[in-house]
């Protein structure tokens, strides 16, 4: 299985980029793992937050193949624990998924369109993060849950 991470928007902050870069490093010891990023839509302040949304969706639908599963990362989305999360991770493998591709939405989250493409919905917590730091606490809990599953010393009960 390969898993994908799309995200809107390039994260400017370097240090949160170097965590980034270091986890997504540790990550390919374990799967196929890309984090593609969607440049921001230019000239928002001249639409409205629907057609940001719409713009923003078909830019993520321009980046899925037909056989890719669709997860958001939404706020109303299913909360796991890392365990329930590695579990979550060792099903999807098990299905016979190809490619799992995780979405990161703008500022006001996701169009109807992709809402009706996804195949779920998962929240990382309660609390809201940027998103720059969603990205890297999204990689690190999936670098976690192959750690689990690999009955690895990282994560501790």
Same mark, same amino acid.
């Given at each position: 299985?390969?898993?994908?991470?799309? &995200?809107? *928007?390039?994260? +400017?902050?370097?240090?949160?980029?170097?965590?980034? +870069? +270091?986890?997504?490093?540790?990550? %390919?010891?374990?799967?196929?793992? +890309?984090? /593609?990023?969607?440049? #921001?839509?230019?000239? $928002?302040?001249?639409?409205?937050? %629907?057609?940001?949304? /719409?713009? @923003? =969706?078909?830019?993520?639908?321009?980046?899925? &193949?037909?056989? #890719?599963?669709?997860?958001?990362?939404? /706020?109303? *989305?299913?909360?796991?624990?890392?365990?329930?999360?590695? #579990?979550?991770?060792?099903?999807?493998?098990?299905? =016979? $998924?190809?490619?799992? $591709?995780?979405?990161?939405? =703008?500022?006001? *989250?996701?169009?109807?369109?992709?809402?009706?493409? &996804?195949? *779920?919905?998962?929240?990382?917590? @309660?609390?809201?993060?940027?998103?720059?730091? $969603?990205?890297?606490?999204?990689?690190?809990?999936?670098?976690?849950?192959?750690?689990?599953?690999?009955? /690895?010393?990282?994560?501790?009960?």
């Amino acid at each position: 299985m390969n898993i994908k991470l799309i &995200a809107i *928007g390039k994260t +400017d902050n370097k240090s949160l980029q170097t965590l980034i +870069d +270091d986890y997504t490093k540790r990550l %390919s010891f374990y799967i196929k793992f +890309d984090l /593609e990023i969607i440049p #921001d839509i230019k000239n $928002v302040k001249n639409l409205s937050e %629907s057609q940001q949304k /719409e713009k @923003e =969706g078909e830019l993520i639908l321009s980046k899925l &193949a037909p056989t #890719d599963q669709l997860i958001l990362l939404d /706020e109303n *989305g299913t909360t796991f624990s890392s365990i329930g999360f590695s #579990d979550y991770l060792q099903k999807k493998m098990n299905s =016979g $998924v190809k490619t799992l $591709v995780f979405v990161i939405g =703008g500022p006001y *989250g996701f169009s109807e369109e992709i809402y009706k493409k &996804a195949q *779920g919905k998962v929240s990382l917590s @309660e609390m809201t993060f940027s998103h720059q730091m $969603v990205r890297l606490f999204f990689i690190e809990q999936l670098y976690r849950g192959f750690t689990i599953l690999k009955n /690895e010393p990282y994560h501790h009960q």
